[in-house]
T-cell receptor, first 113, second 122 residues
Framework: AQSVTQLDSHVSVSEGTPVLLRCNYS??????LFWYVQHPNKGLQLLLK??????LVKGINGFEAEFKKSETSFHLTKPSAHMSDAAEYFC???????????FGKGTRLSVIA | DARVTQTPRHKVTEMGQEVTMRCQPI?????VFWYRQTMMQGLELLAY????????DSGMPKDRFSAEMPDATLATLKIQPSEPRDSAVYFC????????????????????FGAGSRLTVL
């Protein structure tokens, strides 16, 4: 079965330090991968997407993610956390073109001043 | 910015009452999804429409839930009768799918989500 695993349910970082949110997926095909962010009481917003082009994907707000097929990972990073980055982040995989999106359980990012 | 609009944002009701949630998708988007988000289950796909036709509602409890799209600017999700276990945040999302495809989300690389309707059933 296709799945996506976000390895940390909660990550806490200090403002100005790097952010790493981990995501591993299982897929028999070449997947499309996404990261969405959800701020409190808001809907999900697309951060970035990978669809078999460059393996390093740059998104909004300084976030980027690297697709590593050998590790089946798509970790989200940012060099320097900002207070406004505090939110819930979802890793999402579409295993192939005609299959449903599979959402991870989410990782809550806290940023400490 | 184009956005998906959901109403109501918050709803508190008593068990047994009917609840209707509404969604206005982005103009021009031809695919509309309903999701439910809970702490225990995360995001679950309930139903989706393409060109206003319901394509899959297998994620939805059929005995009490119904989803419709009376026109291109309105999608509704109704629960009758509501139960405490229906308490959740319900999200609507829309996307544009080009060409002939099958399966939910097929071709819809990017979904735009509404802000959600938080439902509490007492």
């Amino acid at each position: 079965a296709q799945s996506v695993t976000q390895l940390d349910s909660h990550v806490s970082v200090s403002e100005g330090t790097p952010v790493l949110l981990r995501c591993n997926y299982s897929s028999s095909y070449s997947p499309s991968l996404f990261w969405y962010v959800q701020h409190p009481n808001k809907g999900l917003q697309l951060l970035l997407k990978y669809t078999s082009a460059a393996t390093l994907v740059k998104g909004i707000n300084g976030f980027e993610a690297e697709f590593k097929k050998s590790e089946t990972s798509f970790h989200l990073t940012k060099p320097s956390a900002h207070m406004s980055d505090a939110a819930e982040y979802f890793c999402v995989v579409r295993p192939s073109g005609n299959t449903p999106l599979v959402f991870g359980k989410g990782t809550r990012l806290s940023v400490i001043a | 910015d184009a956005r998906v609009t959901q109403t109501p944002r918050h709803k508190v009701t008593e068990m047994g009452q009917e609840v209707t949630m509404r969604c206005q998708p982005i103009l021009g988007h031809n695919t509309v999804f309903w999701y439910r988000q809970t702490m225990m289950q995360g995001l679950e796909l309930l139903a989706y429409f393409r060109n206003r036709a319901p394509l899959d509602d297998s994620g939805m409890p059929k005995d009490r839930f119904s989803a419709e799209m009376p026109d291109a600017t309105l999608a509704t999700l109704k629960i009758q009768p509501s139960e405490p276990r229906d308490s959740a945040v319900y999200f609507c999302a829309s996307g544009l799918v080009m060409g002939v495809t099958s399966g939910p989300h097929s071709g819809a690389n990017v979904l735009t989500f509404g802000a959600g309707s938080r439902l509490t059933v007492l």
